[in-house]
T-cell receptor, first 112, second 112 residues
Framework: DAGITQSPRHKVTETGTPVTLRCHQT?????MYWYRQDPGHGLRLIHY???????DKGEVSDGYSVSRSKTEDFLLTLESATSSQTSVYFC???????????FGPGTRLTVL | QKEVEQNSGPLSVPEGAIASLNCTYS??????FFWYRQYSGKSPELIMF????GDKEDGRFTAQLNKASQYVSLLIRDSQPSDSATYLC????????????FGKGTSLLVTP
């Protein structure tokens, strides 16, 4: 998985609780992304980062926030989880804006 | 949101045959095109990328791009049961150099 780890790999939580997912890379890539994948929708971009402390919204950013204080770490936070956020979350990295993206192993999140 | 369209399948081909996977995109300014393979329960992994019109070959895989028709395809020669997976087409949108638009994927089944 190109030096990308995600934690936790599986999580079950309850509606209304905060959740933070972590993506860690050892490739020193500048760009990092968070996607969610749902049946019938494919991969959809939540947020992305183009450098430390530089982030921007993607297609489905409502209800999510991100932070990147170090090159290697990109955090995705659900401030108050809802059942509609039950999904598989993938982190991806790339060296340049239009370069190939490499994906982490994913986190399966279930919100009850 | 620019569209990337793929036939969901399943596309079923016999072992040893050529599998042809197709993708159309609506953003005429797109410059970079990627094919990812995703096994069930796993993360997407890059198979090929193509930037220029024409064919690009890598082993049993050939990517074909026709920007005038806004069409990109992936051919898999000598298909093997291990090729059974979902294939995702991804396109760099013209209004963002930082993200990919993904199709929903085509499910390929190679039967022995």
């Amino acid at each position: 998985d190109a030096g990308i780890t995600q934690s936790p790999r599986h999580k079950v939580t309850e509606t209304g609780t905060p959740v933070t997912l972590r993506c860690h890379q050892t490739e020193n890539h500048r760009y990092m992304y968070w996607y969610r994948q749902d049946p019938g929708h494919g991969l959809r971009l939540i947020h992305y980062s183009y450098g430390v402390k530089d982030t921007d919204k993607g297609e489905v950013s409502d209800g999510y926030s991100v932070s990147r204080s170090k090159t290697e770490d990109f955090l995705l936070t659900l401030e108050s989880a809802t059942s509609s956020q039950t999904s598989v979350y993938f982190c991806a990295i790339s060296g340049g804006g239009t370069d190939t993206q490499y994906f982490g192993p994913g986190t399966r999140l279930t919100v009850l | 949101q620019k569209e990337v369209e793929q036939n969901s399948g399943p596309l079923s081909v016999p072992e040893g045959a050529i599998a042809s996977l197709n993708c159309t995109y609506s953003d005429r300014g797109s410059q970079s095109f990627f094919w990812y393979r995703q096994y069930s329960g796993k993360s997407p992994e890059l198979i090929m990328f193509i930037y220029s019109n024409g064919d690009k070959e890598d082993g049993r895989f050939t990517a074909q791009l026709n920007k005038a028709s806004q069409y990109v395809s992936l051919l898999i020669r000598d298909s093997q049961p291990s090729d059974s997976a979902t294939y995702l087409c991804a396109v760099t949108p013209s209004n963002s150099g930082y993200a990919l638009n993904f199709g929903k994927g085509t499910s390929l089944l190679v039967t022995p």
